[in-house]
């Protein structure tokens, strides 16, 4: 039961509306059953898969660096991100500063061999993810390498660990960019995989929302019958269909940003 308080009178037949809050559609569908047609709000969740990390080789050593970097196995992706990408989608959100460290890529190189990728302020991804992918992408060769950097950086007698800043820079200094984005592509076209498995694309679930008419009934009670050549449908499945197309978009406009970042790392060396 909620109780709601008026902060001023309001006149008599006058309607009263509240504020969910900004909710993407995966929450307001669970926690008030409803959902908005393109949802400035919405988000996109990405993760790496712990069953598959844990099978990858040098498990333990890149287990130990990504908890030294304080990274994140998986990230949240708001919609408003793609305004500050390589396609600046307009997200029909208002300007508001959401504070999310997206791209912050470690921009230096400790040998001056690494140069500042052209895309850094473009990247639309949380570095706190990224520099894990970059960490499980590292080869034998690459995990050396790293190694000998951190132990140069400690090497002057000070008895202290690398800092997660440390270790993210030399990581970066060895690896760049190119294998975490190559992951990253690969995880978005997994998810797509998924979300179109038995329900077809984006266009499929347009159709459905075009040719139904949301009926005001029970589910229970909704038989799937012609009416005026619209098929009838409930507002639950009309919803789910609804957030279903909206993950299916922002996979497709974030695999874009992805693969965009990952050609201009491979042209320029990073």
């Known amino acids: 039961m909620y109780l709601l308080a008026a902060e001023s009178n309001s006149g008599t037949e006058k309607e009263i509306s509240i504020s969910y809050g900004n909710k993407g559609n995966e929450e307001l569908l669970y926690l008030y059953g409803f959902v908005m047609d393109d949802n400035p709000d919405d988000y996109l969740m990405v993760h790496y898969p712990v069953e598959a990390f844990q099978s990858a080789p040098f498990f333990d050593t890149k287990a130990q660096l990504i908890e030294a970097q304080k990274g994140e196995m998986r990230c949240l992706l708001p919609k408003s991100l793609l305004a500050h990408g390589f396609f600046q989608v307009n997200t029909q959100q208002k300007e508001r500063d959401d504070k999310i460290t997206a791209g912050q890529v470690c921009n230096y190189s400790w040998s001056g061999q690494r140069k500042i990728p052209s895309y850094v302020n473009k990247l639309v991804f949380p570095d706190d993810f ?5 960490t499980i992408a590292m080869t034998e060769d ?129």
């Not at 990224?130 to 970059?134: A, F, N």
């Open 130 to 134: 990224l520099t894990v992918l970059r």
């Open 142 to 270: 690459q995990l050396f390498q790293v190694s000998s950097l951190l132990q140069e950086l400690v090497a002057n007698g000070e008895e202290r660990q690398p800092s997660d800043t440390e270790v993210r820079a030399a990581i970066w200094e060895v690896c760049g960019d190119s294998g975490a984005l190559q992951l990253l592509v690969d995880l978005l076209n997994t998810k797509m995989m998924d979300l179109e498995e038995g329900t077809g694309s984006e266009d499929a679930d347009d159709e459905l929302l075009n040719n139904a008419q949301v009926k005001k009934m029970p589910e229970s009670c909704i038989s799937r019958v012609q009416n005026d050549s619209l098929e009838l449908m409930s507002r639950n499945k009309r919803g789910s269909i609804v957030y279903r197309r909206g993950q299916k978009q922002l996979v497709r406009l974030f695999l874009m940003e992805a693969e965009s970042a990952l050609h201009l790392s491979l042209s320029e060396g990073n």
